[in-house]
């Protein structure tokens, strides 16, 4: 029979993860790379675009840049295509501004079947939620800090 | 349109601020969620001691783009309205620099709920 | 004296598996064993509004299939005993509702297969039951969403995950007739090895399998020889390695005989399988579709099938508790007139 003590429990963890294979680390971190990197200098055209043709400057250039990489993500996400490119750019995909865009969209899109109130409105932030409670809290705390330290 | 190295820079940063992240998907127990909740944070200290606003003067899209930025953008907000409205403004200016993130996110996922459906 | 040893039960009067029903998704039915289903649904809706109606109507096909393969009337059942992984177990519950047959609901997450099955061979066995039918399924999109995230979130999955069947399967126990007799089944006890994460289902399930398997040739004095094929559920490529190491630590040596349905139902090469599949209906489907034609065919006499089900939820994954499994099995063999 299967013994269950903590000495068998751990025999059993060592057992274990000689058989889960490893994470292609390597491969994954070249992925993650080529489309992150990709995805930001689509953002550099984009930015330098708006300076050019619509007269933002520098610094207020972001935000049309980041409403119109939120669009595509979104439009990808519709069409099933955002998954397929998660999975194979992991990080790459996640970690721009898109992977926010699509956590978004992913979620409403999903929960229309339990309606426009609850399932899309009360189901959008399922996912994206903690990056943006812990992103105004750390907000918070850095700009307090800040604040009084230049009381001080 | 200015091509310069910025669009170099901008490439390389944004790959390795997603690289970073890839490693702390495979090499720990940590989840995408959590991830990203370590890189906003990360970009709010770091704006904190003021070293996100020359990161993205110098690679430009490649600091701007990941969601590090966002907690930039944040921290920004907060301390432009302390400086004007005093310490009240920490809460009262968060979200007037990300609001076009933010905004576009919202309404952007709404509409593509009504349009399309999931594919499984 | 029905209790053999101490968790097996043994059906002196050798139920029949009168008829059986697998019906499965797009993904499955391009697979290797994608001819030998009753029915593939090319849409993974199947024609319904949301993933969980698609999953319950799937759960109605192959129970209706069963019936009326068996050649007798919905009205004829005198219990069904279902379940599925959905919270409160919607499919089965719709599916109950919609065939208006006496209900027994079960979770016994991917064990249900053979846990219900176990049930109705018992529940005929003992003259509660002149026809008692076992149903389960699952379905890929439902799961996701239940237990991970949105379908078209961007995630990144682990070559240690698994690929959730879309399906269901459904088998009718009689008291005669002609199909495989149910002659034993082993109840699982809950096990636990401390595996916390729901992307190594197959590490946390393969203990639970070994233990109820082992019990199993305790409790009846077989061995491995008595049977052609010793199946497990969902253990999948990784757990299928880890069982074959726990059995061998414990003196049993099953070679080629011990197979498993997650590694049998998808080709490695088909998009995000990563290392097999899993889900109530893998066990269900490849049973009822693939094995019981292998038996009708000939090609096995005696087989055991061992479910085997991670009994977490997405909250007590979250809470920091690890995942724990149980397994149960039920022996068939091939009826005369077969």
Not at chain 2, 43 to 67: C, H, M, N
Not at chain 2, 78 to 91: K, L, T, V
Request: net charge negative; with cysteine.
């Amino acid at each position: 029979m299967i013994k269950q003590g903590v000495q068998a429990k751990q025999a059993y963890k060592k057992l274990a993860q000689r058989h889960v294979p490893k994470r292609p680390v390597v491969a994954n971190v070249a992925k993650a790379f080529l489309v992150g990197g990709t995805i930001c200098l689509i953002g550099q055209f984009l930015n330098q675009f708006f300076i050019t043709y619509f007269g933002f400057n520098e610094k207020t250039a972001g935000n049309p840049t980041v409403a119109v990489l939120i669009f595509l993500a979104t439009l990808l996400t519709g069409l099933g295509v955002y998954d397929r490119l998660g999975q194979w750019a992991g990080a790459g995909s996640a970690v721009p501004v898109t992977g926010f865009a699509n956590a978004m969209a992913s979620a409403a899109i999903e929960h229309r079947s339990e309606g426009y109130v609850l399932g899309v409105g009360g189901q959008m932030f399922k996912v994206a939620g903690p990056v943006i409670v812990y992103g105004v809290v750390a907000a918070f705390v850095v700009a307090l800090a800040k604040q009084l330290l230049t009381i001080m | 349109m200015t091509f310069d190295l910025t669009f170099l820079w901008a490439f390389l940063v944004g790959g390795g601020i997603c690289v970073i992240g890839q490693l702390m998907l495979d090499l720990t127990k940590l989840t995408p969620a959590h991830v990203m909740t370590i890189l906003v944070c990360s970009g709010a200290v770091l704006d904190g001691f003021g070293l996100y606003e020359p990161l993205i003067k110098f690679a430009g899209a490649g600091a701007s783009v990941p969601i590090t930025s966002f907690g930039n953008a944040l921290v920004h907000g907060a301390m432009a309205e302390a400086e004007q409205n005093g310490i009240i403004g920490i809460i009262t200016g968060i979200f007037e620099v990300t609001s076009a993130g933010v905004s576009a996110a919202i309404v952007f996922s709404f509409f593509a709920a009504m349009l399309f459906r999931a594919k499984g | 004296m029905p209790l053999l040893g101490k968790q097996t039960w043994q059906f002196h009067s050798q139920p029949v598996l009168l008829s059986s029903a697998a019906v499965v998704g797009p993904k499955e039915g391009a697979g290797p064993l994608g001819a030998e289903f009753d029915a593939c649904e090319k849409d993974p809706y199947v024609g319904q509004e949301s993933w969980e109606k698609a999953e319950r109507r799937l759960f109605e096909m192959a129970c209706q299939m069963a019936v009326q393969k068996a050649g007798i009337a919905e009205s004829a059942v005198d219990v069904l005993y279902g379940g599925d992984l959905l919270n409160q177990i919607i499919s089965a519950n719709f599916a109950a509702r919609t065939l208006s047959v006496p209900f027994l609901g079960l979770f016994g997450a991917c064990s249900t297969s053979m846990e219900s099955l176990a049930l109705a061979a018992m529940t005929v066995d003992a003259g509660f039951a002149n026809y008692a039918l076992a149903a389960t399924s699952s379905h890929n999109s439902t799961a996701e969403r239940q237990f991970r995230y949105p379908t078209e979130y961007g995630g990144q999955k682990p070559p240690s995950s698994q690929c959730t069947v879309t399906g269901a399967g459904a088998g009718l126990v009689a008291k005669t007739g002609s199909g495989p007799r149910l002659t034993h089944a082993t109840i699982g006890k809950v096990v636990d090895m401390g595996i916390t994460s729901p992307f190594e289902m197959g590490p946390a399930m393969a203990p639970a399998a070994v233990d109820t398997i082992t019990q199993h040739f305790q409790d009846t004095g077989r061995t491995p020889e008595d049977y052609d094929l010793i199946v497990t559920g969902d253990l999948a490529r990784i757990g299928h390695k880890i069982a074959t190491e726990l059995f061998e630590e414990q003196g049993i040596f099953l070679g080629d005989k011990f197979k498993d349905c997650g590694i049998l139902i998808f080709d490695p090469d088909q998009a995000e399988v990563f290392s097999g599949g899993s889900g109530c209906a893998c066990c269900a489907t490849v049973t009822y579709g693939h094995l019981m034609k292998r038996m009708a065919k000939g090609e096995l006499d005696r087989i055991l099938v061992c479910a085997t089900g991670a009994l977490l939820s997405p909250l007590s994954n979250q809470q920091g508790e690890s995942i724990p499994c149980v397994a149960h099995c039920v022996a068939f063999e091939r009826g005369e007139g077969q």
